[in-house]
């Protein structure tokens, strides 16, 4: 439901906050007031193209924010935030917000986060349903006309199987289409993936082997060098007549003789013997070293050519080994494939004859199960229509089912066969015409009405929203009208303009619309009404203040 609606700076609004109640809410007042702007408030943060003339004269932008509960709400909103990378709900609130400045700027957010006009309005067809001069109505789209009248005749499931089946017919389609191609490009795939799969299983690769190559191939290249040192290091050592084991032991001797001549001298001699012994394990450890190393022209140059096909095949496959032997396995795969295309088609040809078959018995099912809910349908609006002062009219659903597959020039429609159209015939003697038609507001809003009246349990949209919904409309039709208001409000919450005390009365919560004038500036104001402004109100919609009108009111609101 909605439950705050916040418009800055928009037409004669400065600053307004209307807080919204479940249920029925009217919203009433004299013609001029500003009633209007409240549902054009609605319609901007709804994504509805913005007009920069809507701007409060005087100021530079002016900004939308409508808060919604959405914890009862069937559609997969968390999933469609996370799809465009959206702010999740907290605590069940969704917050929407549109912003526009004289310059042109247009701005909209979603629970905080930057967004498109296009998602903004996506999301606006899952929260609201606008009948009015004004709006977008759902109900006159085919393909929701066709949701409704499944969801009355509970056959979602049914629908739900047919879609499943014309989904696995588009993945087999899609296999066949990678198969059907012309010969060159059918042979030039086949030498391309050959190629390939050649090319990276003759070089049987190991994993990490990369590292390890490239290891050894950097200590190889440098073999001439690394043994220059080596022996250099060596000859420091012990091979030189300066070499430091020489000079140590020239050193142990001094120390031997200086501990013959001090006993303290001792830990000297010791520390004199680890060092020696230290120098020695190096001597041996670099002699080791020099031995391994071999300068091997032959082995250098072949673990220079491994390290080139190693890169080359990363450079094509993939960024690590393990990459490319994926890419491998997958290139091997689709050779094999096309390797045996005929046969293949075959098989996909079969498969998608028998899914055809399926397809068609389950959509003929369907279809006839259609036919079956249009009656009840079509009976149960009409009664409501002629509740409505449509004496002698007809609601009627137009049905156009396809008898062949064949017949659908592009893909099939996962709902089935069908194409259905409301059609409404407004006075006896008339032709009906589809809903999409009807030219007066106040007709298509008593029609929206009556099907909202029949469709109140089905129907996902939580807050409908009807605006000239008692035009031409007066005495006993008024209190039907305000009846079947309070009959949807039971199940979703409503939001009604209205001129008529017959419809305002029953309502959950009564708001009206004044007009003030401030420091020379009119502004246009809304107020939630106590039990006693409401007869105050709906006396003045009576024709005045007079006690006949009071007692009226009163009577009204019992």
Partial sequence: MLTTLRIKNLALVSDLTLELQPGCNVITGETGAGKSIILGALNLVLGERADRTLIRSGEESCSVEAVFDVKKLR?????????????????????????FTSAGTNRQFINGSPTTLATLGSLGEWLVDM?????????????????????????????????????????LENEKSALVVDEKTYAQQLDRLRFQVQEISTARLQPGEDEAVETEFHRANNAAKLLQLSQAALDVLSESDTSLLT?????????????????????????????????????????????????????LAELEERLNLLQTLKRKYGATLAEVSAFGDEAKT???TLESRDAELARLNAALAKLDSEILSAGK??????????????????????????KQSQ?????????????FKSQIPQAGLDEIEFQFAPNPGEPAKPLRAIASSGEMARVMLALKTVL???????????????????????????EKMK????????????HLPQVAAPADAHYVVTKQVTAGRTISEIHLLGKKDRVTELARMLGGQSTAARKHAEALLK
């Fill in 395 to 407: 609601f009627d659903v137009a049905i156009n089912s396809q008898s062949e597959i064949s017949n």
């Fill in 365 to 390: 099912k369907l279809s006839a199960a259609r036919k079956k809910v249009i009656p009840p349908l079509a009976k149960a609006v009409t009664q409501q229509l002629d509740d409505l002062g449509f």
């Fill in 75 to 99: 559609a997969p909103l968390k999933s469609f935030l996370e799809e465009n990378g959206l702010e999740p709900c907290e605590e069940n609130q969704l917050v929407l917000k549109r912003a």
């Fill in 487 to 498: 009959q949807i409000a039971a199940k979703r919450q409503v939001l009604c303009i209205t």
């Fill in 131 to 171: 009948h009015g001069p004004h709006d977008h109505q759902s109900l006159l789209h085919a393909a929701k006309q066709l949701a409704i009248l499944d969801a009355f005749g509970g056959l979602e499931k049914m629908r739900g199987e047919f879609g499943e089946l014309v989904r696995r017919r588009s993945v």
């Fill in 334 to 336: 689709k050779l094999q």
């Fill in 247 to 299: 000079q140590s032991g020239a050193v142990g001797r001094v120390l031997a003789e200086l501990q013959r001549v001090d006993i303290g001298a001792a830990s000297l001699v010791e520390l004199h013997v680890q060092a020696s012994e230290i120098l020695r394990e190096l001597q041996s450890a670099v002699s080791h070293y020099a031995d391994k190393v071999d300068v091997d022209p032959a082995r």
């Fill in 456 to 482: 109140a349990a089905e129907d996902e949209i939580p807050v409908l929203v009807f605006d000239e919904v008692d035009a031409n409309v007066g005495g006993e039709t008024a209190n039907t009208v305000g």
